[in-house]
């Protein structure tokens, strides 16, 4: 499926060459705090194609690093640094987002030129303007402080397309807003998952993150995104907690300890269990740490043991689920992969993923970490960018960057 299909003004509907064209892209990535180094660029090459699709056009970047408050909240001066580094030419780096400075800059700008604004979440108007409030982001400082500098403004921010701020929403009225090749690729692999050929679609959601997965579990069932959800990590064990099952008191314990609604967390899985139970793949045996011992699912787990791994009869039981799928949704390690006595079992899940035969989306920090560690990335029809983003399109949830995106498309379309 296209975005035209989905009604969006894409890049091939324009020529930029000449023009001067503010690009919003999504570059939050992991930094040291302390040394404020930049620890991941999976983002930075994500926007490569977009600019480099820009040639001949005065390109000014605006982007966020984290939110207020926390440790890695900071500039953007190294962001810029590195897209220098990455594209093999300058990025002009300004701290400001808006102001004298900015229009000086820009106005004087040649075309091939790069500028890279401030942090856009250094600025409140970013964060605090409701959603639903067009007059007050038309009118905030940002929006009006920057829309006469550009001729288009470019959307691909993806990781953030569930985020309704000013950026990212604010100019859909003013001028046309436009899909960036990230967020082109993004969506026409996500709505191939949804509404591709095929019955048989299946969920893996496992890992450690076990609110966003029970969330997700919820809406992919009653929604029926997919058919089955396969589970692994501690998203299996809050499932097999609340089927009864003992999962030992140092499982129980982690989940308690990383949930503060952990009781409300157990009670939705009951839930869900009592209405999509047989739509719901729990491991059947496990490898305890640290003895390295297997079990089976409904074995006494000895207080001084961790549930580390899926056994060797939940790798078949799932592998078999995986090959006869037509489309595979993936997030999340089955087990403690980091260590080689507990890998087994995402590396054989991986494998089946990466071998079989389906469309298949894999999203998450751990797991494409885990699946670049394998080698097994260029087997995968669709690695995502988006983290929240991804869950929340797959769930149907509302994308107000999306929104805008069409928005825009019914007034500058024509």
């Known amino acids: 499926m296209s975005l035209k299909s989905v009604d969006f003004l894409t890049m091939d509907d324009f020529d930029f060459r000449g023009?001067?064209?503010?690009?919003?892209l999504d570059v939050n990535s992991p930094v040291n705090p302390q040394t404020?180094?930049?620890?991941?660029?999976e983002r930075f090459y994500s926007h490569v194609e977009t600019i480099e699709s820009l040639e001949g056009s005065k390109i000014v970047l605006l982007a966020h690093q984290s939110r207020p408050g926390k440790a890695d909240f900071m500039s953007l001066r190294g962001h810029a640094r590195a897209f220098s580094r990455i594209l093999g030419r300058e990025v002009k780096f300004i701290d400001q987002l808006f102001g004298g400075q900015v229009r000086k800059d820009v106005s004087s700008m040649e075309p091939d030129d790069i500028i890279m604004l401030e942090n856009t979440r250094f600025y409140s108007e970013e964060l605090l303007i409701n959603r639903d409030d067009a007059r007050a982001m038309r009118n905030s400082n940002i929006v009006k402080g920057l829309s006469d500098l550009m001729d288009y403004y470019i959307i691909d921010a993806f990781p953030a397309i569930h985020r309704p701020q000013t950026t990212l929403i604010g100019?859909?009225?003013?001028?046309?807003?436009?899909?960036?090749?990230?967020?082109?690729?993004?969506?026409?692999?996500?709505?191939?998952?949804?509404?591709?050929?095929?019955?048989n679609k299946i969920a893996i959601l496992a890992g450690a993150k076990i609110s966003d997965s029970i969330n997700v579990a919820g809406k992919f069932l009653k929604n029926s995104i997919t058919d089955t959800i396969i589970t692994g990590g501690v998203v299996a064990n809050a499932f097999l907690w609340a089927k009864g099952i003992d999962i030992g008191k140092k499982n129980r314990e982690f989940i308690v300890k990383n949930n503060k609604k952990s009781d409300e967390l157990i009670e939705a899985c009951r839930d869900l269990l009592s209405r999509y139970g047989d739509r719901i793949v729990l491991p059947s045996d496990f490898i305890l740490m640290p003895s390295q011992r297997h079990i089976q699912a409904g074995e006494t787990v000895p207080d001084d043991e961790t549930i580390a791994d899926i056994g060797i009869d939940s790798i078949?039981?799932?592998?078999?689920?995986i090959e006869k799928a037509d489309a595979i949704f993936l997030n999340g390690p089955l087990g403690m992969y980091e260590f080689e006595p507990y890998a087994a079992g995402t590396e054989s899940i991986f494998y089946a993923v990466a071998n079989s035969n389906a469309h298949t989306v894999v999203?998450?920090?751990?797991?494409?970490?885990?699946?670049?560690?394998?080698?097994l990335t260029k087997y995968i029809s669709h690695v995502?960018?988006?983290?929240?983003?991804?869950?929340?399109?797959?769930?149907?949830d509302s994308m107000p960057v999306l929104e805008a995106l069409a928005e825009s498309k019914k007034i500058y379309g024509s």
């Open 363 to 375: 999203g998450g920090g751990h797991t494409i970490g885990a699946l670049n560690k394998m080698g």
């Open 316 to 321: 078949a039981t799932f592998s078999s689920i």
């Open 36 to 41: 404020g180094e930049i620890l991941s660029f």
């Open 384 to 396: 995502s960018t988006g983290g929240g983003a991804l869950i929340s399109y797959l769930s149907g």
């Open 19 to 24: 023009k001067t064209v503010f690009v919003r």
């Open 171 to 199: 100019f859909r009225s003013v001028l046309p807003n436009i899909a960036g090749k990230l967020i082109e690729k993004e969506v026409e692999a996500l709505q191939k998952f949804k509404s591709g050929n095929g019955n």
